[in-house]
């Protein structure tokens, strides 16, 4: 469908920029109010289950955001090579549940309530975090599944890294822990969410990691020949 459907546009690079911008303030806003929670959390006598699952995982979500960060950095560097920008139709809600095969084995996809037009990263994105918002497993079928749709429709170096940019920054764990903050969640469903948001991002960091160990060695093995 994307390879049907790709169109590409010019690249409004001070757009880019202001986009990141806009962004990695408020990723580095976000870190550095989980960094204070975590400050109040250790100066207690006795840490509540959540402060200390907050706690525990904070060095990992902090190296998550510094690589979302550096990710984002290279994205815009990378734009000063492109001239255009590719849009797709994104089916907007992709699940196994939207699949169906005929008697000849014949694939369709169906519910396209949500399509859009849009980069064709927003699709992984989105697939990505819901099919990964579970129990600790080892997903190499996400990392078979990126090639082989490489193989039919690949992106450029820039959209890969906006790609891993935007997969690695654990926002849902950001945004449990200030719903938390805010009262909004109780101890035993803050707790509940959190570790699945823990999940998540180790689950994410498997696949996004194994990516980028790939794309690492097609590119020194480009730079030796």
């Known amino acids: 469908m994307h390879t049907a459907t790709s169109t590409f546009n010019k690249l409004e690079k001070e757009v880019a920029k202001q986009h990141y911008d806009e962004i990695s303030a408020r990723w580095l806003q976000q ?17 509540s289950p959540f402060e200390l699952q907050a706690v525990t995982y904070f060095i990992e979500a902090r190296h998550s955001t510094t690589f979302a960060l550096e990710k984002l950095e290279k994205w ?4 000063e090579e492109e001239e255009q920008g590719r849009v797709v139709l994104n089916h907007g809600n992709l699940s196994p549940d939207h699949f169906l095969i005929d ?10 309530e949500k399509a859009s037009y849009s980069s064709p990263i ?7 975090r819901s099919y990964l918002n579970q ?3 080892i ?5 078979n599944l990126f090639y082989t749709y490489q193989s039919q429709c690949k992106w450029t170096e820039a959209e890969k890294s906006l790609f891993m940019c935007y997969m690695a920054y654990p926002h849902n764990l950001y945004q449990v822990i200030n719903e938390f903050k805010q009262g909004k969640l109780d101890e035993m469903t803050g707790c509940k969410l959190i570790n699945k948001k823990i999940w998540q991002m180790k689950n994410i ?4 990691l194994k990516i980028k160990e ?7 093995e480009k730079v030796e020949t």
């Open 205 to 208: 960091e498997f696949v996004v």
């Open 103 to 112: 008697d000849e084995g014949s694939p369709y996809l169906i519910n396209f």
């Open 76 to 79: 815009v560097e990378q734009l």
């Open 139 to 143: 997903s190499d079928e996400c990392v």
């Open 214 to 220: 790939t794309e690492d060695k097609e590119n020194q």
């Open 31 to 47: 870190q550095q109010q989980y960094e204070s929670y975590i400050e109040k959390a250790e100066k207690r006598w006795y840490m």
């Open 122 to 128: 927003y699709e992984f994105i989105y697939y990505y």
């Open 135 to 137: 129990y600790p497993f």
